[in-house]
């Protein structure tokens, strides 16, 4: 991904200098995505994940004179949420919570009404399917997958985020893929059999 919008950066800088109004811009520009992670990560409630958010929102506030300008902020929330979900769960403040895929195709496909409405019956089908299989994946790789193709992320952000290296980053995504592809091919194999069994 190329660098932040400039008044992304320019909103951080007010917001470390006590700007409620930027305050309220940085958490209006990253809250929807960080919702979304979040839910891809834990089994809980939608209540338990916006709690989370406005957890980190709250200790940035609180230390923002303390706090820098981050290389990329989107990433930073993301690291900062993972580690609050974490923390939370080994103080055992909360439900256990696992890996889920309820709900993944709300992350992975997001098509306009108009494309619901006139391929609804033809996708549904696919995607239950590309669901099913992600599914099956190793946890570490479902969320590099997530990051790189929902949240648009480069292999250096997803290695910030998964506190690996950039090689190791793209290594798990491709990996993920290369078992997706082989999958894929192994459903369409069986299903032509199938149709021709008929």
């Known amino acids: 991904m190329a660098g932040e919008p400039t008044d992304e950066t320019t909103h951080w800088k007010e917001l470390l200098s006590g700007s409620k109004e930027a305050y309220a811009a940085i ?17 809980i409630s939608e209540e338990f994940v916006l709690d989370c958010i406005h957890d980190v929102f709250a200790e940035i506030w609180i230390k923002r004179e303390r706090l820098s300008v981050p290389d990329n902020i989107r990433s930073y ?9 974490l923390h939370l ?12 895929q309820e709900h993944f195709e709300d992350l992975w496909f997001e098509a306009s009404a108009e494309d619901i409405l006139t391929q609804k019956e033809e996708s549904a089908s696919r995607e ?61 194999f069986l299903f032509q059999y199938s149709w021709f069994q008929k």
């Open 27 to 43: 958490y209006g520009l990253h809250v929807k995505a960080m919702f979304r992670y979040g839910m891809s990560l834990v089994s």
């Open 77 to 85: 929330l993301f690291v900062a949420l993972k580690n609050r979900i």
């Open 89 to 100: 769960l080994k103080r055992q403040e909360r439900p256990h919570m696992f890996v889920t």
């Open 128 to 188: 239950e399917l590309l669901t099913r299989l992600i599914g099956q994946l190793p946890p570490r790789q479902q969320e590099a997958i997530r990051l790189r193709f929902v949240e648009n992320m480069d292999y250096q952000e997803i290695g910030h985020v998964l506190e690996v290296n950039t090689q190791s980053a793209h290594n798990l995504v491709f990996r993920a893929m290369e078992k997706l592809r082989g999958w894929l091919l192994a459903a369409l």
